[in-house]
């Protein structure tokens, strides 16, 4: 994640303590010294939605071969012991899984800081008010555009309006809540309207993030912006963010899935402001740039583990036959290794770039969906003259 409001405006906010604390750098199984990485648990297939870029490749009926209750606790039980900062439930659909609040609960028994990725439509006031109680720190809901565009790019007539309630429901029992938006070429025509409703709404969290090709993300690569397109897109939320602080509206601004985004920040801030721009280079180098196998790492319904929730041809193995802490360690794991002294293997435009320290070579997921994993990010937007090849 690229916090625009840490690096533009020098705002703190909690994920920053994982991403620019000191302590990142030379971390390669975990967020920080001492913390294992945050882990993105897809715990059901199941979906109510259709969404077009769905990388899990969610469907609305139930797939057998899920974590059984029992096994959702030995596995949470697991991240504990590593001392995993973050679980993050996703799926498909988190809250269509049947035992969800009991694990809910029991993640809060554990002390587990807790946040769901959701598509909302499902948080009536009776599940708001549970997930507050449960102690849950955050849930993102999704929404790709307003009423017309989101229910088109999701596949269900009527999950805004119920978004929208999820939104609402939330609000009214004090549970912190954020909107995430993919941007496509279908989706980013809505950015000037999805500020409007981010204001309106009281939305204190906003990630934007690039369009992934994995699962059904895969099919719509078409879809994704020219780099033309993204530069234009981050410089309308690079002024919406500096807007909102203008007008005193505490919302925090970041997008996902992109390191160039960073880069692109410090190349904006050097034309306007060149002390800025030096904490944002700092700031950067100090994260370090794309970190899945190390700060990121992701476990779907049958137990699989692997580097991020997107990147699903390498599985590290499961956490039915290992602990998850034995499995991310990684020691007898060549691709794990390989992986976290990627440098050296970097192909294509990124074995040039000056930016490597900052980004690491970008997105894998997307460099995979070319046929090979260790080739440029294609969606790197920054051009030849830019990383001085």
């Known amino acids: 994640m690229i916090s625009f409001s840490k690096l533009l405006l020098n705002q703190q906010h909690f994920g920053d303590s994982l991403r620019y604390h000191p302590h990142v750098q030379g971390n390669t199984r975990g967020t920080t010294r001492g913390k294992g990485p945050i882990v993105v648990w897809n715990c059901t297939r199941t979906c109510n939605l259709k969404c077009r870029h769905c990388y899990a490749g969610a469907v609305n009926t139930y797939k057998s071969g899920e974590l059984s209750t029992e096994e959702a ?59 507050k109680e449960l102690g849950i720190s955050y849930v993102g809901i999704s929404l790709d555009g307003l009423k017309d565009v989101n229910d088109s790019f999701r596949g269900v007539s009527g999950a805004f309006e119920k978004a929208i309630e999820g939104f609402q429901n939330c609000h009214e029992v004090g549970q912190k809540t954020g909107l995430r938006l993919t941007l496509s070429r279908t989706t980013y025509q809505d950015l000037p309207d999805i500020f409007n409703l981010i204001e ?42 500096l807007d909102f602080n203008r007008k005193g509206i505490e919302t925090e601004i970041l997008t996902v899935d992109n390191h160039c985004d960073g880069i692109y920040l410090y190349n904006y ?121």
Not at 77 to 82: A, G, K, N, P, R
Not at 202 to 211: G, S, T
Not at 273 to 295: C, F, H, P, V, Y
Not at 309 to 336: A, M
């Open 200 to 241: 309106q709404e009281q939305i204190k969290r906003v990630c934007f993030y690039h369009l992934v090709y994995s699962g059904r993300g895969s099919n719509i690569k078409n879809e994704d912006l020219t780099h033309v397109e993204t530069r234009e897109a981050l410089d309308f939320i690079i002024e919406k963010t």
């Open 73 to 131: 606790k030995q596995f949470m039980d697991s991240l504990v012991t590593y001392k995993v900062p973050v679980l993050l439930f996703s799926g498909g659909e988190p809250l269509m899984r049947k035992d969800i609040f009991q694990l809910f609960e029991y993640g809060n028994q554990l002390g587990l800081r807790m946040v769901i990725s959701t598509n909302g439509t499902l948080i009536d006031k009776e599940k708001a008010e549970r997930i």
């Open 269 to 389: 801030m050097k034309k306007r402001d060149k002390e800025q721009s030096q904490k944002i280079l700092s700031l950067i180098t100090a994260n370090g740039g794309n970190r899945s196998g190390s700060a990121i790492s992701s476990v779907d319904w049958e137990g699989n583990v692997y580097i991020d929730q997107f990147t699903r041809g390498i599985s590290l193995g499961n956490v039915r036959e290992k602990s998850f802490g034995e499995i991310w360690d990684g020691f007898d794991n060549p691709f794990l290794e390989k992986l976290r002294d990627r440098k050296k293997y970097l192909q294509g435009r990124c074995a040039y770039c000056r930016w490597l320290d900052q980004c690491n070579g970008n997105f894998r997921a997307r460099a995979q969906s070319t046929g090979d994993f260790w080739v440029s990010d294609p969606a790197c937007y920054l051009t030849d003259e830019e990383i001085s090849i």
